[in-house]
T-cell receptor, first 113, second 108 residues
């Protein structure tokens, strides 16, 4: 079956612009996670949802970052007023129900110029 | 949340058994130990998880001593395609903490 998909795969934006990154989890998966990964580093947890409820947003760096999953399926990570330090690979993952085994998508490479 | 420490890199040759050890001194009582694998330009992929003693699947084995302060991932007879970064994770189910991982290089 289809895995986790993310769009766009690449996004180049100018500093100060807002961006929205989309994640389409595996169908039926209850839990959805967002991570950020810098080059040469492991993924850094940002936030996660069970169904439409945001369970933990402690990893969001500041209030420019927000995420939603309004219908318990597709999720959007929004970064407002982007800064160059926001440049990274943003990864989404899903799991059947909060499992340790998470399925990762291909990621969105964000570049802020 | 449990912080993990593992070697930055390891080298091996095809056909050898590779053991990667991770320390997690302050792992919480309810946390499992989880290992992921990541190839360049791909997202991480779950390998194995365990709570204590030994767990084995078709890919690897995981050894966890009684004090749970460390764990060892064992990859039998590695091949070139096992070259990747391996992450040992602590943390709760909803908040996995990835470290920098161990970069395993398998040579012919």
């Amino acid at each position: 079956g289809a895995g986790v998909s993310q769009s766009p795969r690449y996004k180049v934006t100018k500093r100060g612009q807002d961006v929205a990154l989309r994640c389409d989890p595996i169908s039926g998966h209850v839990s959805l996670y967002w991570y950020r990964q810098a080059l040469g580093q492991g993924p850094e947890f940002l936030t996660y949802f069970n169904y439409e409820a945001q369970q933990d947003k402690s990893g969001l760096p500041n209030d420019r970052f927000s995420a939603e999953r309004p219908e318990g399926s597709i999720s959007t990570l929004t970064i407002q007023r982007t800064e160059q330090r926001d440049s990274a690979m943003y990864r989404c993952a899903s799991s059947p129900n909060g499992d340790y085994e998470q399925y990762f998508g291909p990621g969105t490479r964000l570049t802020v110029t | 949340l449990a912080k993990t420490t593992q070697p930055i890199s390891m080298d091996s040759y095809e056909g050898q058994e590779v053991n990667i050890t991770c320390s997690h001194n302050n792992i919480a009582t309810n946390d499992y130990i989880t290992w992921y694998q990541q190839f360049p330009s791909q997202g991480p992929r779950f390998i194995i998880q365990g709570y204590k003693t030994k767990v084995t699947n078709e890919v690897a084995s995981l050894f966890i001593p009684a004090d749970r302060k460390s764990s060892t991932l064992s990859l039998p007879r590695v091949s070139l395609s096992d070259t990747a970064v391996y992450y040992c994770l602590g943390g709760s189910q909803g908040n996995l903490i990835f470290g920098k991982g161990t970069k395993l290089s398998v040579k012919p």
